[in-house]
């Protein structure tokens, strides 16, 4: 019966995690869109432009499935502060090191979102992970730090601010899914996702009307990249994310991003003509097959957590 029970609770969770694989690949391309937008745009100005064309998106999907909005008052400083780690601090923090890092190699450093994510559960969560999973995290930092060693000689030139700047991406990116985790319990996808754009919206907006560039330096080009970002990656990709974090939890939704790597590295050759070093590329492989490991051995624990939880 126990078996059986995590054959159902798998099949119900299969849907999100094809969704999740979609999703690696269209924030990979998001990359590139936000890497052409950036030449004109701040990094914050940016995060505020796409998250308000997303919005429209959001708010006439309410519209037309649901006009209740079911936001409690005392959930308020949570949204804000979801909004400040998920969706300000960390793009800022990760658009911002697009000025000195490659975006390959800044999707192989987010590779330490799902570790942090781990000491997190295990520090705060009680949750003990189990020493193959351990293996796969420390493998996955060793990757990590054979890309940041192959670049070692320019570090102290100017690209340490992209390092400093997509490390406090990660870290912000952990606080978000934690934080996100309390609210998807309470709220579905739509609303939280609605509230939450909201919320990033409100705390940039006076500085992106302080900071808008000058009309004529933008081009058809930075405006396909800015609908992209909105439309794709604001609308469905949240909308996809959240959903995941409350059906497979905010773990295995951080260890997607150790297959970020892939896609983005994939469109940067293609589209923006970036290289990376041997070096960087066997560090990059390393992230991703432990990833990959740690996915699947922490989807099974859930699974199992489930059960016993149920039963």
Not at 121 to 130: A, T, V
Not at 295 to 306: A, S, T, Y
């Amino acid at each position: 019966m126990l078996s059986d029970k995590i054959k159902q609770l798998s099949g119900s969770k299969k849907v999100i995690y094809i969704m999740m694989t979609v999703l690696v690949f269209l924030w990979g391309l998001e990359y590139i869109a936000a890497k052409a937008a950036l030449d004109v745009f701040k990094p914050l100005s940016l995060v505020c432009l796409k998250y308000m064309i997303g919005l429209v998106f959001l708010i006439i999907t309410k519209i037309i499935l649901d006009r209740r909005l079911p936001l409690k008052a005392r959930d308020i400083p949570l949204f804000l502060i979801c909004a400040l780690f998920g969706d300000v601090l960390y793009f800022a923090g990760e658009y911002g090191a697009m000025a000195y890092l490659p975006v390959s190699v800044i999707t192989i450093l987010l590779a330490f979102v799902p570790c942090l994510s781990v000491v997190i559960e295990m520090l705060f969560y009680k949750n003990k992970p189990s020493g193959l999973i351990v293996a796969g995290v420390i493998v996955s930092v060793i990757g990590v730090a054979m890309v940041i060693g192959a670049d070692i000689s320019e570090f102290f030139q100017g690209k340490y601010i992209g390092y400093l700047l997509a490390f406090c991406a990660v870290i912000s990116w952990n606080i978000y899914n934690f934080l996100t985790k309390d609210l998807s319990e309470k709220y579905r996808p739509l609303d939280l996702t609605l509230l939450q754009q909201v919320c990033a919206v409100l705390l940039v907006l006076p500085y992106t009307l302080c900071n808008l560039p000058d009309i004529n330096v933008i081009d058809s080009q930075i405006v396909a990249g800015v609908l992209y970002l909105g439309v794709i990656s604001s609308f469905i990709g949240f909308l996809i994310y959240v959903k995941a974090i409350n059906v497979i939890g905010p773990t295995p939704c951080a260890l997607y991003s150790n297959f970020l790597p892939v896609t983005t590295t994939f469109f940067g050759w293609i589209l923006l003509h970036e290289r990376v070093s041997p070096m960087q590329i066997l560090g990059g492989l390393i992230v991703i097959a432990s990833g990959a490991i740690v996915i699947r051995l922490k989807g099974k624990e859930n699974d199992l957590q489930d059960v016993q939880q149920s039963v």
